[in-house]
């Protein structure tokens, strides 16, 4: 079991740019999740899906935010544009159940300049 | 709607010491409680998790929690911490047969001083 895999480790792109970050969730799992944590504001869920359906999105900050899940197998997150703001690191987690937990990946570092 | 306090954004505490990390939930229905370890650079690990049962629930390096339903408390402990124990470490809750959506705390910051 490879665990859940995030790409790119890391990404610095420069303001106004599209950023696109990549999630495979652990195979078998149906939810996955999409995380930020800053400093300031910790912990902060963006959206999650089920079945690859979304059915919370009432955390993506705006519209420059979206989120797919085109397979059970894969996910992107995507900022169009991006801003110096959204700086973070962006976490992917996958559960295959409620009692289970998440299983996080180790998370895609995004810097805007 | 649910909540997660933690009281203490960071807690100082010497090696071999004992250590407490508080952790307080607001739910008007029954909940699931986990706490979860971050290291540095990494993402967060399951930590232990309480769903029902004994009220004292056990990890594999040592930590224990107590469910503590009266006082709306999962607190998180170790009789004596090691410098690896340094990491963040986020209590969070989930509302039984609901989705599987958790919510987590702000976390704490565990230092380990030598």
């Known amino acids: 079991d490879a665990g859940v895999i995030q790409s790119p480790r890391h990404e610095v792109t420069e303001m106004g740019q599209e950023v696109t970050l990549r999630c495979k969730p652990i195979?078998?799992?149906?939810?996955l999740f999409w995380y930020r944590q800053t400093m300031m504001r910790g912990l902060e869920l963006l959206i999650y899906?089920?079945?690859?359906?979304?059915?919370?999105d009432s955390g993506m900050p705006e519209d420059r935010f979206s989120a797919k899940m085109p397979n059970a197998s894969f996910s992107t997150l995507k900022i169009q544009p991006s801003e110096p703001r959204d700086s973070a690191v962006y976490f992917c987690a996958s559960s295959r159940g409620q009692v289970y937990g998440y299983t996080f990946g180790s998370g895609t570092r995004l810097t805007v300049v | 709607a649910q909540s997660v306090t933690q009281l203490d954004s960071q807690v100082p505490v010497f090696e071999e010491a004992p250590v407490e990390l508080r952790c307080n939930y607001s739910s008007s229905v029954s909940v699931y409680l986990f706490w979860y370890v971050q290291y540095p650079n990494q993402g967060l690990q399951l930590l232990l998790k309480y769903l029902s049962g004994s009220t004292l629930v056990e990890s594999i390096n040592g930590f224990e929690a107590e469910f503590n339903k009266s006082q709306t408390s999962f607190h998180l402990r170790k009789p004596s911490v090691h410098i690896s124990d340094t990491a963040e470490y986020f209590c969070a809750v989930s509302v039984r047969g609901r989705d599987d959506k958790i919510i987590f705390g702000k976390g704490t910051r565990l230092h380990i001083l030598p």
């Open positions: 899906f089920n079945n690859n359906v979304p059915i919370d």
């Open positions: 195979s078998g799992h149906n939810s």
